[in-house]
């Protein structure tokens, strides 16, 4: 092994090639960097004994990562001749199974479209179900796809008897999903509306889900419909049936090592799937050798079912040996930085204790960027990134938000000043539905501004129809444009002269009432008093349940963040209508950037200097400088959190990236993150 290797990286390395291995270290500590360093050890082995030739399947949690082992694995001369295969466990599974004709359900009208078409017959069978899609007519399509993918997160199997059933819920019950589970009951009976019944008829309610359950996936199968769990779920199901018929992959098909990082968000689905594909990878009864790498600090995917339980005892969960290594030397981050997570962490006491030492070069610049309120922190932010962005000393940036309405603003201002930056995150808000309407009511303003209305009586429905909660009715819509159009009006103040005149109320309101918010919103002048005025009177781009299903962003609107950066537009409703596009399409990039696979989409990537993202999506990489966003308490922990510790680790996520500078950002005129103090940088 070379020297650059430490000593403790070597002892991985080094580990007699046919063991199973569990390597859990701190973040930063050369884990992933490991890797191939291990693969090319078993290589020379064999090579020494004269054995057939290994063959690894690497299994990375990000296609990202696994683009960065590729790329390695192609260009590093060092790992030249070791044979792997690269995947995602999604992606991987997915190969098992897929043929042409099966279709894969990512969006909600997929969803829609798979329930209408394939699951009616299913449905039928089962009175409460079907009285509930009756209802709800295919607005809860995504709800029902997300419990159906739970069970299979979860471990369900569609074959279980019910007697099965009650021993995989004392497995959950183990590992500390049966919280997970519970949060699944609580969306069937709301589903079934039987939240308010007695707990017999709630009973009743899981059963029959249960038994629908059972049917739907077989059903959907059977017609080509498949979500990103049956990746899975299908190719778990595709080796037993194997495994079952003794059927083994012959020759060099077969791995002899399945390694896989960042093993601390698994969930029950991924490791039986695991379990299956090192059970079919045998030769003579020999499994393939395992090896698995975590850290579980890190496990930040509790609220989709993964448990670190498993990392933490592989021998109770794979039911064979596992030696054991750690790493405890930080190459990624300097003391100061290693300092800050030692610290947090220790307020954690579900955890296995690490040593962490740095031997990371230079000093960590770590910094807390103080601002008043909200607006003027994101002008700060600003101010700093431009700064960073010219530094040569700094590669990569990377600002991290608890949530993506963090990143929300940033994506118009660095979109405004087109600066490249590449944006990762669990949803697009700019790509959503509520954007579009929101966007709309701007420009309809700028038209009104600008005199360029084509249509005034469509534009004041327009209006009428984002005031209050829901649209205008079909008929009340008619009837007030039939009203309307009988002066013929040729200006917007025409037709709301003419609005005044209806006689009937609209939306339940005075139709005075409503043409006083028309008046004042056509009133005003600036952006940012347009979007205060849409903040309070247009409710119809609020909160909006019945929708929340095509676009996420309608379940908690965040447009204020766009009204904090409004104010530098003053009254160019255009510039700032272009901005958001700008964003949009950055957004869109980005996403075709994160779905090739080719090498220039990697390379792309990893040659922006400006990255934006989630927490979440921060795992595994490393920045030269991070800016944590929102520092304050309602941003971390998460308010909807239930778990205080698993939200520290995220926390604990975000700030491991950083390889020289950490800054946290906070608006002073909100408390403090708790994990501020706790990992003593405030
Ligand atoms: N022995 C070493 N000598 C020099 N640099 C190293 C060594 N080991 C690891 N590194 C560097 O340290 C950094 C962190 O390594 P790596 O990303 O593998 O850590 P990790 O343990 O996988 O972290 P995470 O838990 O965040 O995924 C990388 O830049 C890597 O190149
Ligand atoms: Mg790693």
Redesign the pocket.
Known sequence: MPN???RS?KKFCNLPPNKNVRLL??????????LLWRCKYIVEKAKEKGEPEPFFLLVSFTRAAKLELEYRLKHDDDFAGIHATVRTLNAWGWEQVKSPGKELLTSVSQMRSAINHGLFRVVEKYPRISQSFEKTKGNTSKTWFDLIDLYKSLGFVHTMTKAEYKDHVKYLRELGLIKILEEGYKTIYNLLDVANEDGKTKNESIREFFSFWKDAVERLEAQNYFTLEDQKYWAMLYFKKQLAASKAPQGITRYTHIMI??FQDINPLDLELIKCAVAYHSNKGKPAALTLIG?DD?AIFGWRGTSPKFILYPEVYFGAPFVTCV?DTN??SPKGIVDLSSKLLSNNLEREPKEMRSVAKGRATIKVLHSKGQDTSIETTMKLVRKLVKDERYQQVALVGRRHVSLFPYQVLMSAEEMPYYVNADIDIYAGEAMKDYVALLQLKADIKNDKVGDPVEAILTICDKIGKRGLAKNDRRDLEVHMRRVRPTSVGDALKALKTYPDLIKNKSTGAIAATIEQLLRAKTVYQFLDLEEKSLRGLDKDYQKKEIDTHYKEPQFSRLKEISKKYKNDFEAFIRDIERARIAGERSREKSNDDSEKGYKDIVNTKLHLMTATRA??H?FDAVIVLDADEDEWPSRQTEDIEEERRLFYVAL??A?KYLCFVRTNDKAASPFLKEAGAE
């Open positions: 650059i290797l430490n990286q270290a701190p973040a930063g500590s050369g884990k992933t960097y490991s990082d960042e850290d890190q790493l190459y990624r795992k595994g490393e491991s990236r390889k």
